[in-house]
């Protein structure tokens, strides 16, 4: 196979398998190190985006002149096999023919777009969501792209931050376990294979935790929050193999997370001997100037190395004043060479070095995207992200034998906002709407109609009159309201997240006619919509679906897949509530029921209780949870329990259930919250059928930081509770941690 590297590495070391040649590609790059001016190492730290106004990068000839003069080490935003080739040529015409790296936002999807991440979350299927971000690695990986800036791990407890569409939602164990997921799904079995892409662990760390949810706000929090909060999922990613991190645009207690050592160098390379490496955002070492933490280019430069920022993502901060930085002995060489080599690490692990076009390959990227497989997959992950919020008076699943069925509302034939934001866009694929969904669905053998009814944001009524005349033809009126693809997102917070312009009034006036509804809400956060969820029987959140949005929907609708979806995040009644979530704590005057409020942690003019509760989802079949045992009641330090119980499908359909168990410290040395997720399992059963089903309890389920941060158990009493939401606990058991 050909080489690429100078002659004096020719006789180099035969590139082979890199995961089992660490120490090789140590020698490997030592060597490459000792051949590279100063100048070309800090090329190697520089990233700048490909595509712009003027078309692609190979428009681009100022671009391409850096190139080829070893003035950048990566680019992102440049794709396809075709387009990466001709970039990598250039760099092949440099010195030193250190190949690019190409990074690219593949958050749901790259062809084939999947649900967005929280809707993904909301499936709380870990081997689809691994899956979904295995479809989307190969697809990306056939297009020449090396690296995906995903997951995003942020902890979110805000749904005015528009990028909770981005994550996980709220809870550390849950987006731990994803990020686990996501990470295995984007590497595979790992670098080097021509599947398997570089994940980024990001936003390091706490951007979830803007204050007021105002994106690219300050974070403040105290450093046991840091740690037991917002942390553990960025853990989670490391130890799942995350090749990178890109840190965050916030500040963190003052100090900007571009220009923070305690997060990158004492947290992440140093107690968690981290040897991947950590992009900036994009333009954030710049953007310390804005912060007032550097007075210049310069020295915010000087401030990111020294912090641990490796590679300086459209800032161009580090080409224009590393050099000099070096000369006026304010940053050493051997802080450049740290950084250097771990970005080489990457690029041999992945293989660069033997073939730099080795991704980009016209043949594979044709026979990968868009696949009937990659299609089938989207629409399967779409399926589980449904949450059936609420089913009264049997409205769901529909009949097939309904002759004329009402589709009404803004995003009732929207295509372009089932790809949700942070989507590849591609002009010419077919994203399915929900009103083609249920055209493939029913065929000619049920009469749909249709009626707009009213825009999403503005505050015209004038197409209300045709809607309730559409909706009064019909058996039953499915009404399809929220959010536009880019009403949540980066930059996208917002202080008002009730169901955009007069979409309520519209379903006020469809309810009215008395007409069997079913209202479908497609957003990107949990929106606000109390007289829907009051007086509306059918509800089911459907975020923003990817490719497969309408088919997916009509499946659930129809109850040819039953729903499992369990929210991932809090809806809550008001924003006035917010931040609301369910691991919250006592507090020395708790309020014990929405009524119970005098003199208590409460409000005078709203209840506590969330309007939709974290972990709620409903099924059209149901479950009974039963016969709860503790293998002990008292437990030692190295001992566990284990823990079973009952659960039967007592309804007419084969149906999921995820079973969620929760613990309470009922005292600690640091107050502990009322209850938090230690564990789930996600269970089928058939109508009729019950499952044993046992969870483990051991001191890890039960540790915390102490004042100290220390992570342990502290002996005392314990609440376990089993439930089908954090507010629906069905079964509880009292247990003694003993030393
Ligand atoms: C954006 C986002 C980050 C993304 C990067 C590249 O500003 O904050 O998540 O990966 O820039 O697009």
Not at 275 to 287: A, L, M, N, R
Not at 383 to 388: G, Q, R
Not at 459 to 481: L, M
């Amino acid at each position: 196979m050909k080489k690429y590297l100078p002659f004096a590495l020719l006789l180099a070391f035969p590139f082979t398998d890199a995961l089992a040649q660490d120490k090789k590609i140590e020698k490997k790059i030592d060597s490459v190190l000792k051949l590279m001016t100063l100048d070309e190492k800090i090329g190697q730290l520089n990233q700048y985006t490909g595509g712009d106004a003027t078309g692609p990068i190979t428009n681009n000839p100022n671009k391409l002149k850096d190139i080829k003069e070893g003035k950048l080490g990566s680019l992102l935003n440049v794709k396809g096999a075709a387009e990466t080739r001709k970039v990598q040529e250039a760099a092949m015409q440099s010195r030193m023919k250190i190949p690019l790296l190409f990074g690219l936002d593949v958050i749901h999807g790259y062809r084939v777009t999947f649900p967005i991440p929280l809707a993904e979350a909301a499936s709380w299927d870990l081997a689809e969501m691994e899956n979904a971000a295995r479809v989307a690695a190969r697809e990306t990986a056939a297009s020449g792209v090396h690296w995906t800036f995903a997951p995003m791990v942020d902890i979110a407890r805000d749904p005015r931050w528009g990028r909770v569409m981005e994550g996980a939602g709220e809870d550390t164990y849950l987006g731990s376990q994803i990020a686990k997921a996501r990470v295995h799904g984007f590497q595979g079995k790992g670098l080097g294979n021509l599947d398997a892409i570089m994940a980024c662990a990001k936003h390091f760390a706490a951007y979830g935790a803007a204050i007021a949810g105002r994106d690219y706000n300050a974070v403040d929090m105290s450093e046991h929050t840091l740690w037991e909060t917002y942390l553990p999922p960025f853990k989670a990613a490391l130890d799942a193999g995350a090749a990178t991190f890109m840190n965050s645009f916030n500040t963190l207690n003052g100090i900007p997370a571009t220009g923070n050592t305690y997060l990158q160098r004492d947290i992440l390379k140093g107690k968690w001997k981290y040897t991947g490496f950590v992009v900036s955002d994009w333009g954030s070492i710049g953007e310390m100037i804005n912060h007032g933490y550097a007075k210049n280019k310069s020295e915010a430069a000087e401030l990111a190395i020294k912090a641990g920022s490796d590679m300086d993502m459209e800032s161009r901060s580090y080409l224009p004043s590393l050099a000099k930085l070096v000369q006026d002995k304010k940053v050493s060489v051997a802080l450049i060479d740290d950084a250097v080599r771990r970005i080489l690490r990457k690029k041999f692990e992945l293989g660069l070095f033997d073939d730099p076009y080795r991704f980009s390959n016209v043949e594979r990227e044709k026979k990968e995207l868009n696949s009937a497989e990659n299609r089938a997959a989207s629409l399967k992950m779409a399926e589980k992200s449904i949450v059936l919020l609420k089913n009264e008076k049997q409205t769901l699943p529909l009949s097939k034998d309904l002759k004329k069925i009402a589709v009404i509302g803004p995003l009732a034939k929207s295509e372009k906002d089932m790809q949700g934001f942070w989507s590849i866009a591609w002009e010419n694929d077919k994203l399915v709407s929900l009103y083609e969904g249920l055209k493939n669905k029913v065929g000619d053998k049920t009469e749909l109609l249709y009626a707009k009814g009213c825009g999403i944001s503005d505050s015209s009524k004038t197409g209300f009159a045709e809607a309730v005349e559409v909706a009064k033809q019909a058996d039953v009126v499915i009404i399809a309201a929220g959010e536009t693809l880019d009403m949540s997102g980066e930059a996208k917070s917002k202080t008002n997240i009730h169901i955009p312009g007069v979409q309520e009034d519209l379903i006020k006036a469809i309810q009215a006619t008395g007409k069997p509804v079913v209202v479908l809400l497609m957003a990107g956060r949990p929106l606000i919509f109390n007289w829907t969820a009051d007086n509306v029987p059918a509800i089911m959140y459907t975020w923003w679906l990817g490719s497969e949005a309408g088919n997916a929907m009509a499946n659930v609708l129809f109850g040819d897949y039953n729903p499992a979806g369990k929210l991932p995040m809090t809806f809550p009644r008001s924003e006035g509530q917010i931040p609301l979530y369910y691991n919250y704590l006592s507090t020395g005057r708790p309020s014990n029921s929405d009524k119970d409020r005098n003199y208590k942690s409460a409000y005078l003019d709203s209840p506590n209780s969330p309007r939709f509760a974290f972990g709620h989802g409903l099924s059209y079949t149901t479950f009974d949870y039963s016969a709860l045992s503790l293998s002990k009641t008292q437990l030692t330090m190295n001992d566990k329990i284990n823990v079973s119980f009952t659960l039967k499908n007592t309804g007419k359909y084969d149906g999921e259930e995820v079973v969620q168990l929760y613990l309470q410290d009922k005292f600690a040395s640091v107050v502990r919250p009322v209850k938090e997720l230690k564990d789930f399992q996600k269970v089928s059963l058939k109508a009729g059928e019950a499952k044993n089903i046992s969870f483990t309890i051991d001191k890890e389920k039960l540790s915390f930081y102490n004042q100290q941060l220390k992570w342990g158990a502290e002996a005392g009493d314990f609440k376990l509770m089993i439930g089908t939401a954090s507010d629906k606990i069905k079964l509880e058991k009292d247990f003694t941690l003993t030393n």
